[in-house]
T-cell receptor, first 114, second 114 residues
Framework: QQQVKQSPQSLIVQKGGISIINCAYE??????FPWYQQFPGKGPALLIA?????SEKKEGRFTISFNKSAKQFSLHIMDSQPGDSATYFC?????????????FGTGTLLAVQP | DTEVTQTPKHLVMGMTNKKSLKCEQH?????MYWYKQKAKKPPELMFV???????INESVPSRFSPECPNSSLLNLHLHALQPEDSALYLC?????????????FGPGTRLTVL
């Protein structure tokens, strides 16, 4: 069965701190690992994505770490800000193909306290 | 224009009503998606259209009927819904026919079935 296990379910971080969210996947055929950010009343928006040929990708304050052998990947948010407060979903899927069906994790509600 | 628009933003309907949700994009994307999202849950894939043809139906009840009249438009026709169908319905699009392009999500339609 295709699943993506995401933890923690919720996270409270002080402003300026580091937020870390973890995901574990099962299907080794997947080769595309995006993170989506969703604010209340909005649709999810792609934050950052990685492919398994690299172990880390950084964009600004957001970093994905990828461990292929452990089938795990994580999102690190450095210098967390109150504006980062949102729900974060990891996902996995096939990089190629016409439809790119994504399997989403269960989500993490992040609250950054001022 | 990197936007997916959805109308209406909110919809309240009775169990005997017939209504439609509309999704539009002008990014030239040829893959379009319908998702259902319950509160505090990840998006759940319902249908995928690729080049205006239905390519994935995730065993969705027939009271939901998708339609893709052209490459920019995606509709979801609703009939005889149940209260448990109340949710946020998200549309997404992606550049098909190539690898790894992100899915762009619309803001969703908040549906309430009475």
């Amino acid at each position: 069965q295709q699943q993506v296990k995401q933890s923690p379910q919720s996270l409270i971080v002080q402003k300026g701190g580091i937020s870390i969210i973890n995901c574990a996947y099962e299907n080794t055929a997947f080769d595309y690992f995006p993170w989506y950010q969703q604010f209340p009343g909005k649709g999810p928006a792609l934050l950052i994505a990685i492919r398994p040929d690299v172990s880390e990708k950084k964009e600004g304050r957001f970093t994905i770490s990828f461990n292929k052998s452990a089938k795990q990947f994580s999102l690190h948010i450095m210098d967390s800000q109150p504006g980062d407060s949102a729900t974060y979903f990891c996902a996995t899927g096939a990089y190629g193909g016409a439809t790119n069906k994504l399997i989403f994790g269960t989500g993490t509600l992040l609250a950054v306290q001022p | 224009d990197t936007e997916v628009t959805q109308t209406p933003k909110h919809l309240v309907m009775g169990m005997t009503n017939k209504k439609s949700l509309k999704c539009e994009q002008h990014m030239g994307h040829r893959a379009m998606y319908w998702y259902k999202q319950k509160a505090k849950k990840p998006p759940e894939l319902m249908f995928v259209y690729s080049y205006e043809k239905l390519s994935i139906n995730e065993s969705v009840p027939s009271r939901f009927s998708p339609e893709c009249p052209n490459s920019s438009l995606l509709n979801l026709h609703l009939h005889a819904l149940q209260p448990e169908d109340s949710a946020l319905y998200l549309c997404a699009s992606r550049k098909a026919g190539g690898p790894g392009h992100e899915q762009f999500f619309g803001p969703g339609t908040r549906l309430t079935v009475l």
